[in-house]
């Protein structure tokens, strides 16, 4: 009876995680947002944006790995080199809906900028 609880108890836990679990959104107010680049992420990583709207994304990285030194938005263009411990500031231009992704050169460091 335990155990068919415990297994039971596994179960949920799994569909929760590979089904029911989404990533935390940020959703952005202001004209501008920081993000910090450490430990393999960045923190927000998932970004809610208003359309067309021109938004400052403020990274901070505090990875001294070289990996991490650039931040790439596919789609935009884009490509930022990060000083280490110094604010820099990504200027995105007003967006259409739709969903970008912004990495590290490697794609170790993932995030998403979604456009609603
Ligand atoms: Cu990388």
Request: aromatic fraction near 4%; include cysteine; hydrophobic fraction near 35%.
């Given at each position: 009876m335990f155990i068919n609880l415990l297994g039971l108890a596994l179960i949920i836990f799994i569909v929760w995680w590979f089904w029911l679990y989404k990533p935390e959104k940020t959703?952005?107010?202001?004209?501008?947002?920081?993000?910090?680049?450490?430990?393999?992420v960045y923190q927000p990583a998932n970004i809610t944006l208003p359309a067309n709207k021109a938004v400052s994304l403020r990274f901070i990285r505090k990875d001294a790995s070289p990996c991490a030194s650039t931040v790439v938005f596919d789609g935009l263009e884009i490509?930022?080199?990060l000083p280490l411990n110094?604010?820099?500031?990504?200027?995105?231009?007003?967006?259409?809906?739709?969903?970008?992704?912004?990495?590290?050169?490697?794609?170790?460091y993932k995030g998403s900028i979604s456009v609603q």
């Open positions: 959703k952005v107010l202001d004209d501008e947002i920081t993000i910090t680049v450490e430990n393999g490509s930022q080199e110094k604010a820099q500031v990504v200027s995105l231009p007003p967006l259409e809906r739709g969903e970008y992704a912004f990495t590290c050169q490697m794609q170790m």
